[in-house]
């Protein structure tokens, strides 16, 4: 299994095929997403330091286009673990936002 680390908090195995923001959130992380994993909302966002996948959908992209954020963020409700290990700084944290995390994203 890959390990994920997430910047300032830990580092942990996560299973492949797993979307990214199921596996933070799964680690006891704070992490947002208020869209529900739909690629809406952006609060889910994650800017990666190693690991960054190639394939990026174009839901995802046309979100990060109209916002601004291409080449910047990735959507971590969009993006399924792969074999080699990422290393990721979370966005949005709802206790720093005082805002629920959102509903859970279906894997």
């Known amino acids: 299994m890959?390990?994920?680390?997430?910047?300032?908090?830990?580092?942990?195995?996560?299973p492949t095929g797993k979307k990214l923001v199921l596996c933070i959130e799964d680690a006891g992380i704070d992490i947002l997403h208020?869209?529900?994993g739909f690629a809406r909302c952006t609060t889910?966002?994650?800017?990666?330091?190693?690991?960054e996948p190639a394939h990026m959908g174009t839901t995802e992209?046309?979100?990060?286009?109209e916002d601004?954020?291409?080449g910047e963020y990735r959507l971590s409700?969009?993006?399924?673990?792969?074999?080699?290990?990422m290393t990721v700084q979370v966005w949005g944290r709802s206790s720093e936002k005082g805002i629920p995390?959102?509903?859970?994203?279906?894997?």
């Open 2 to 14: 890959p390990t994920v680390t997430v910047e300032g908090e830990k580092s942990f195995e996560a």
């Open 34 to 36: 208020r869209c529900g």
């Open 44 to 51: 889910c966002r994650v800017h990666f330091l190693k690991g």
């Open 61 to 65: 992209r046309a979100t990060l286009e």
């Open 68 to 70: 601004g954020l291409l």
């Open 77 to 85: 409700c969009q993006i399924r673990v792969a074999d080699e290990d």
């Open 101 to 107: 995390p959102g509903d859970r994203p279906e894997d």
